[in-house]
């Protein structure tokens, strides 16, 4: 069973490889570079590691062990219905699962194999089946940071609807846009 160090984050927990023996290293590309003396140790996840001290580690959870891909449950890594949602994805049922400004497409790995297990194209398959993905909108040029609402296929439904008013999103252009598009749908 692997190790990994659990972590909060404003939008969901997350965790890394976590290692405190030398056998934990085996097989990785840092068993021959770490020496045992610098363990304990996380692994990035991005070809680096850090030495690990839980003290100094202020979002540190706990260390868990498991044998799945993802040792968290899908609604603990990306805050399922989170009442402080701002990024993230809304599937078809209008239920939202938050990310950060960078997090979209590791979100869309992590949804599409739940959601759409015989995939390769992450995002795609989740345009395809009716979710909607929430973004930044900054371009560099305004004073402050907005929200912009993408659907693949231009089509929401009613319970995305509902929530993108929830969210204060109703009035975006392009949210009206998808509204008056989906008004014969409806």
């Given at each position: 069973m692997k190790k990994y160090a659990i972590y909060k984050g404003e939008n969901g927990?997350?965790?890394y490889r976590y290692c405190d023996t030398m056998a934990s290293l085996e097989?990785?590309?840092f068993?021959?570079?770490?020496?045992?003396?610098?363990?304990p140790?996380?692994?990035?996840?991005?070809?680096?590691?850090?030495?690990?001290?839980p003290k100094d580690d202020f979002a540190f959870v706990e260390i868990i062990e498991?044998?799945?891909e993802y040792p968290l449950p899908l609604e603990k890594m990306f805050f399922k219905n989170d009442k402080n949602f701002k990024l993230g994805w809304i599937s078809p049922d209008g239920d939202t699962y938050?990310?950060?400004y960078y997090g979209h497409t590791k979100a869309a790995v992590a949804l599409a194999k739940k959601f759409c297990p015989e995939t390769k194209y992450y995002e795609r398959a989740l345009g395809r089946a009716g979710?909607?993905?929430?973004?930044?909108?900054?371009?560099?040029?305004?004073r402050t940071h907005g929200q912009f609402v993408y659907s693949m296929s231009g089509n929401i439904t009613n319970r995305q609807a509902d929530k993108l008013f929830d969210l204060g999103l109703?009035?975006?252009?392009?949210?009206?846009?998808?509204?008056?598009?989906?008004?014969?749908?409806?």
């Open positions: 927990y997350y965790f097989g990785s590309s068993e021959d570079i770490i020496a045992e003396d610098r363990l140790v996380v692994l990035d996840g991005k070809g680096g590691y850090y030495h690990f001290d498991s044998d799945e938050s990310c950060d979710w909607i993905k929430v973004i930044d909108s900054w371009d560099g040029t305004q109703y009035e975006n252009p392009e949210v009206k846009k998808m509204i008056e598009d989906c008004q014969d749908f409806w």
